[in-house]
């Protein structure tokens, strides 16, 4: 969804800055010092320095004097998102019960720029999945994954198309589609026929099935998924015999989202 538009004096340059910093941080780097932020956050090395150390004084970071890394303080964020938010609420018992039947993990995700970001996951997810990221608050690149190509394909054809303008499709795995055609093909697909299936394109022994959550203006607000091993089942028998149970879940939910 396109940003609000905002007035000029009312944008706190600043604040955008050091909310860059924050940002900087993630799984790939877990500890920053001043260059590296810097250059990710697309500041000055000073400024970055100033931010590190305001964000540490504030209790957002800890730091040894030289490096930084995120302190549980952030966590109050996404606790007050999980509490006050509608839709994990609404969404939590229905992937209890989908994870009691298929004794699969199942979450619902969010679009959040070029990412999938895990809003909600069933409470039964086994210890051996949670290396792929099943976590709340964890972040999956969209374009390799089951939930992003869902959410993707719900955009408004026009936001697609800004989205995919001169984006690069970083390759995670040997499977990764990178060419834009062919993303873009398989986009099309999802659209019609209204699931996306990925075979271990973000990760190497995971494979996935996703579903639009749509409200009852039809208006795809979230993705729900099921992630299964390959050892399990084959994409295509994870298909057959858990997209019914997404399905009839996602019909039951549209008149709750």
């Not at 810097?38 to 030289?66: I, M, N, P, V, W």
């Not at 394909?153 to 995919?164: D, I, N, V």
């Not at 639009?212 to 994409?235: D, E, F, S, W, Y």
């Amino acid at each position: 969804m396109p940003l609000p538009p905002i007035a000029k004096p009312d944008f706190i340059e600043g604040m955008a800055k050091g909310m860059a910093v924050l940002e900087s941080f993630d799984t790939e780097r877990q500890r920053l010092n001043a260059t590296l932020a810097a250059q990710r956050a697309g500041l000055t090395r000073a400024a970055a320095r100033r931010h590190l150390l305001t964000l540490a004084h504030l209790g957002y970071l800890e730091s040894d004097g030289s490096w930084f890394w995120l302190s549980p303080k952030v966590l109050r964020f996404s606790g007050s998102y999980l509490a006050s938010a509608r839709l994990p609420r609404v969404v939590q018992p229905t992937l209890n019960r989908l994870a009691a039947e298929a004794h699969e993990p199942f979450s619902v995700v969010v679009l959040d720029g070029d990412e999938c970001v895990i809003v909600a996951r069933s409470g039964s997810a086994r210890p051996q999945m949670l290396a792929y990221g099943l976590h709340l608050g964890a972040r999956l690149p969209a374009h390799a994954t089951s939930t992003g190509r869902v959410l993707l394909a719900g955009l408004p054809r026009a936001e697609f198309t800004r989205w995919m303008r001169g984006r690069t499709l970083r390759r995670l795995t040997a499977h990764t589609l990178t060419e834009a055609s062919a993303f873009r093909a398989a986009v099309a697909q999802v659209r019609a026929a209204d699931y996306s299936a990925a075979r271990e394109e973000h990760e190497l022994g995971v494979q996935a099935v996703a579903v639009p959550l749509r409200n009852m203006q039809g208006i795809t607000v979230a993705a729900l998924n099921v992630v299964v091993a390959p050892h399990k089942r084959t994409l295509e028998e994870t298909t057959r015999e858990l997209l019914p149970l997404l399905q009839d879940a996602a019909g039951e939910l549209r008149a709750l989202l």
